[in-house]
Each structure stands twice: as C-alpha cells, then as structure tokens.
C-alpha cells in the first residue's frame, strides 16, 4: 500500500487533544449520562472510557471478561463518578439484551453507547478460512448493529441519546489483506448514514444523533500485531516499510476526547457524517451541516465520469 495514492492534507491534522476537545473544555459535559463503551479494556475503548468518565459520565465497561476491564474501570474511577464493568460477548444478541437490562438497573436509563470492539485478521482473503474472515464481519458489524438494535426503542422512548460507532479509514479504501476488516468498517459508516436518514423519516432528528469515527492513526495491539508468520512468508512484512510506522501517530485520547465531546451534543451539527478525529472539528461546524450536506461531504459516495450521476 503507498499513502501517496490518497493523496496528502494541506492543513495541519491534529494528533493529540486540542481546543473544544480538551479535558478542561469538556469538564463536567457529560454529567448525568449514561455512557456505554463497548470492548474497553485497553487501547482506543480504555481512552474513551477515561474522557467519558472524565466528562463527567457514568460509564459502563463491557469486554469479554471483567477481569479485562480492571485497569480501565481504576483509571475511570479516579474522577469520581460512577463506573461499572460487564463481561459481554457482543456478537451475542440475548447477551447483550441481558446486560443493557443489567446496566439499566444499576445506573438508570443509557444515554450515550460508543460501539468500539473490533478485530482485524491480516491475511489475503485467498489464505483465510471463511469462519476467520466472517468473524471480523460479526464483531465489527453485526455487533454494533445489536447493541443500536437494543437501544434504539429505549432512546425512542425517552426522547433522545447519541450513539458513536468508532469506524476506521480502512472503511474508506481498498487494502490488501484486511477484506474483513475494510468490508465491514464500510458497511458500518454506511449504516451510520442510512440510520440518521432513519431518525429523520422517525422525527427523532436531532435527539437522537448518530456518529461514524475514525480514530486517527493508533498503534494498538491489533493495528500493530502484522501478519501471521505463513502470510509473512508469502508477501513480506510492511512494517519493514519506513512509512508503516509513520501512519501511526496519534493518542487515543485525540479519539477518547473526541467521542466526549460528540456524547455531549456540541457536535449535533455532524450527526449521520463520518468523521476523522484528526481534523479539527471546529472546522467543519464552521463549515456548516447545510454547505457539508450539499457539497456531500464526510460521506461515503462515488465518482463518476463527469457527465454521468449516481442516478436512483
């Protein structure tokens, strides 16, 4: 993969908290929400559980084991407010239905759910078993499509909440060796979009407001785990490459103080977008949702020849 085929940012992107995302801009935002944060024992999850908490939110763990999430739930916990911590297979259905019931008698009615759990297995789709490659489709996007399954009536119900699917690049173009993972990162920014229209048709626009993140370029344990030794073997090991490393340059806190500030409803004016947390978010509230909606920004879309649309 050359970086030099997307093409390269004329502006300075950010690569660590700034301005409106700050813990001192967002310091008591959150306060009296209910914050659910899916696969948040470490990394990217762990991050956003620490802003949400910081915020001021109640935030509540879910990651396989409880024992995964004691670290986070430490860190959490120094801000004062309350934290909880589930063992949750999100892929399960009845799981999850169980444990947002168990949620709701501990902390009162969710407000706001980050769905971050995600897998990526680095092999050609030709090297893989199909039941590898499907498993990142369920964890990365049957999984969400649950836990918003799960809440949407509730947040109906009430009248609002904010949901953030922590999405990733990769959903915006094409790379070798990570179809499961491209695949259903796309198919989670589309959903993202399709559900907004949704809320709209619903008249539940802007109450309840639907974000696609990107990250920013993390080096967690999986973005930087490689290939298994057989693909290896065969094609080589990017890391070697001297731009592999430079891809991954920000904190999770730029994305943790991100979804902070999106849960406390100062950037409803992005809601159904995908976003990148590297770009300066006031920038695009400066830009406007109207001249971003009509210009189709930060939305999946195609190009044709000039002369043709994308015609229903």
């Given at each position: 993969?050359?970086?030099?085929?997307?093409?390269?940012?004329?502006?300075?992107?950010?690569?660590n908290?700034?301005?409106?995302?700050?813990?001192?801009?967002?310091?008591?935002?959150?306060?009296?929400?209910?914050?659910?944060?899916?696969?948040?024992?470490?990394?990217?999850g762990?991050?956003?559980?620490?802003?949400?908490?910081?915020?001021?939110a109640?935030?509540?763990?879910?990651?396989l084991?409880?024992?995964?999430?004691?670290?986070?739930?430490?860190r959490?916990?120094?801000?004062?407010?309350?934290?909880?911590?589930w063992?949750?297979?999100?892929?399960d259905?009845?799981?999850?239905?169980?444990?947002?019931?168990?949620?709701?008698?501990?902390?009162g009615?969710?407000?706001?759910?980050?769905?971050?759990?995600?897998?990526?297995?680095?092999?050609?789709?030709?090297?893989?078993?199909f039941?590898?490659?499907?498993?990142?489709?369920?964890?990365?996007?049957?999984a969400?499509?649950?836990?918003?399954?799960?809440?949407?009536?509730?947040?109906?119900?009430?009248?609002?909440g904010?949901?953030?699917?922590?999405?990733?690049?990769?959903?915006?173009?094409?790379?070798?060796?990570?179809?499961?993972?491209?695949?259903?990162?796309?198919?989670?920014?589309?959903?993202?979009?399709?559900?907004?229209?949704?809320?709209?048709?619903?008249?539940?626009?802007?109450?309840i407001?639907?974000?696609?993140?990107?990250p920013?370029?993390?080096?967690?344990?999986?973005?930087?785990?490689?290939?298994?030794?057989?693909?290896?073997?065969?094609?080589?090991?990017?890391?070697d490459?001297?731009?592999?490393?430079?891809?991954?340059?920000?904190e999770?806190a730029?994305?943790g103080?991100?979804c902070?500030?999106?849960?406390?409803?100062?950037?409803?004016?992005?809601?159904?977008?995908?976003?990148?947390c590297?770009?300066?978010?006031?920038r695009?509230l400066?830009?406007?949702?109207?001249?971003?909606?009509?210009?189709?920004?930060?939305?999946?879309?195609?190009?044709?020849?000039?002369?043709?649309c994308?015609?229903?």
């Amino acid at each position: 993969m050359d970086p030099n085929e997307f093409g390269h940012s004329t502006i300075p992107l950010q690569h660590n908290p700034y301005g409106p995302i700050t813990p001192a801009s967002l310091q008591s935002a959150n306060e009296g929400k209910v914050a659910v944060v899916t696969g948040s024992a470490r990394g990217i999850g762990a991050a956003i559980a620490d802003s949400l908490a910081q915020s001021g939110a109640t935030v509540a763990l879910l990651d396989l084991t409880v024992n995964a999430n004691s670290e986070t739930k430490a860190r959490c916990e120094k801000y004062g407010g309350k934290v909880g911590s589930w063992a949750c297979d999100v892929t399960d259905g009845e799981a999850v239905e169980r444990t947002f019931g168990e949620i709701e008698r501990t902390f009162g009615g969710i407000d706001v759910l980050v769905n971050n759990a995600g897998i990526l297995d680095q092999r050609p789709f030709i090297m893989s078993t199909f039941e590898g490659f499907w498993r990142q489709i369920e964890v990365n996007f049957k999984a969400p499509l649950l836990t918003i399954h799960a809440l949407l009536p509730r947040f109906r119900e009430r009248g609002s909440g904010c949901i953030i699917n922590i999405a990733s690049r990769s959903g915006t173009v094409d790379v070798p060796m990570t179809l499961g993972y491209v695949t259903s990162k796309a198919a989670l920014i589309r959903a993202t979009h399709t559900l907004h229209k949704e809320m709209e048709l619903d008249g539940l626009d802007p109450a309840i407001h639907l974000y696609a993140l990107h990250p920013g370029g993390v080096l967690t344990g999986m973005g930087g785990s490689g290939a298994d030794q057989d693909v290896l073997e065969k094609y080589g090991d990017v890391r070697d490459e001297k731009f592999f490393m430079e891809l991954f340059k920000d904190e999770p806190a730029l994305c943790g103080q991100t979804c902070a500030f999106l849960a406390s409803g100062r950037g409803k004016e992005l809601r159904g977008l995908y976003l990148d947390c590297r770009q300066d978010i006031s920038r695009l509230l400066e830009k406007g949702r109207e001249a971003l909606l009509k210009e189709k920004r930060n939305l999946l879309t195609v190009n044709f020849l000039d002369g043709y649309c994308n015609e229903p």
